[in-house]
């Protein structure tokens, strides 16, 4: 039986360990971006502790976006130079997309850089946010917020895998659907990722 991790235990493993690589296979479709220049990203892998057990947060993006629209996916975006560090970028989107202000997320711990199709290297941030937020929706970027709990985000058994092939090369996908939520794509490559990393340290 999955026994989803508590906030110290997430603390702990994201802390002290360096987190697992992504998934080779889901990677290949891309190995021809290597090459290319990379715009830098981050996103935030939002942790909330509620009465029965810590969610995560998602958002759902605007339909008439260019890069992956309509997608489930973390609050994030592109960095900017007046960042500084895309650890502040990672806050600062999340605050311009849902309203969320720094003050009310702690970061606690950072995966690899992940490559995407839309020629982005994004690197995600573990944070817990205050079980107190208020979203406060740019619906120029996102649709909408949801949560889904931490026993169905970490457990193997509710990600799916497949593998297509394209150019006689085989590409692994994940995915999670959960109550008409499909989480897919760099998301749940993402995911895939965080839980074996915390397979790993138990």
């Known amino acids: 039986m999955h026994i989803p991790p508590s906030r110290q235990q997430l603390i702990q493993r ?25 715009r830098k990203a981050a996103v935030l892998i939002g942790f909330v502790e509620r009465e029965n057990g810590l969610n995560v947060l998602f958002t759902k993006r605007a339909a008439h976006l260019k890069h992956h629209p309509g997608q489930v996916s973390f609050p994030g975006g592109k960095y900017e130079l007046e960042d500084g560090s895309l650890r502040a970028t990672a806050l ?14 702690e970061i606690f711990g950072q995966m690899p850089e992940l490559p995407t199709i839309s020629q982005f290297s994004v690197t995600p941030y573990l944070a817990f946010i205050d079980a107190n937020y208020f979203a406060e929706i740019d619906h120029n970027e996102v649709e909408s917020v949801f949560e889904v709990p931490v026993e169905i985000v970490l457990d193997p058994k509710h ?14 996908v ?17 995911i895939h990722a965080l839980q074996n990393h915390i397979m790993h340290q138990c």
């Open 14 to 38: 994201f802390s002290l360990q360096q987190p697992a690589a992504y998934h080779r296979e889901s990677l290949k479709r891309l190995d021809h971006l290597q090459d290319q220049t990379l």
């Open 159 to 172: 990600l799916y895998s497949d593998t297509f092939c394209v150019k006689q090369q085989h590409h692994r």
């Open 174 to 190: 994940f995915a999670i659907n959960y109550q008409g939520q499909f989480i897919w794509g760099m998301t749940a490559q993402i």
């Open 92 to 105: 600062r989107e999340t605050h311009e997309e849902i309203g969320v202000f720094a003050q009310q997320i």
